[in-house]
Nanobody, 123 residues
Framework: VQLQAFGGGLVQAGDSLRLSCIAS????????MAWFRQAPGTEREFVAT????????RYADSVKGRFTISRDNAKKTVFLQMNSLKPEDTAVYYC?????????????????WGQGTLVTVSS
């Protein structure tokens, strides 16, 4: 599967933004999908994940209650709705896919990656 993320931009603190990740290839609805982010000088960190069916989700504590991950299997797209953005949310956001489980939160556990999309939140 090939992934392409887009939707990043420059926003102010408190604003909302929705990221999208479109997949190409077959059987998107069998992949568990995730969002990670990486700020300059830091390691890539887990943001959220969603099971192939969309029923199960997990979130990092830092985004819980503000971000929502969802998917539309018919459109082969996964979304990350980000509300109440904070300057510390500034990072390059990546989508990732894997077949094994939606429970994985480490980058090395995901086989497929999209290119990143930059989100900048000004104070």
């Amino acid at each position: 599967v090939q992934l392409q993320a887009f939707g990043g931009g420059l926003v102010q603190a408190g604003d909302s933004l929705r990221l999208s990740c479109i997949a190409s290839g077959r059987a998107f609805n069998t992949y568990h999908m995730a969002w990670f982010r990486q700020a300059p000088g830091t390691e890539r960190e887990f943001v959220a994940t969603i099971s192939w069916s969309g029923v199960n989700t997990r979130y990092a504590d830092s985004v819980k209650g503000r971000f929502t991950i969802s998917r539309d299997n018919a459109k082969k797209t996964v979304f990350l709705q980000m509300n109440s953005l904070k300057p510390e949310d500034t990072a390059v956001y990546y989508c990732a896919a894997d077949l094994r489980t939606y429970r994985n939160t480490r980058p090395e556990e995901y086989r497929y990656w999209g290119q990143g999309t930059l989100v900048t939140v000004s104070s």
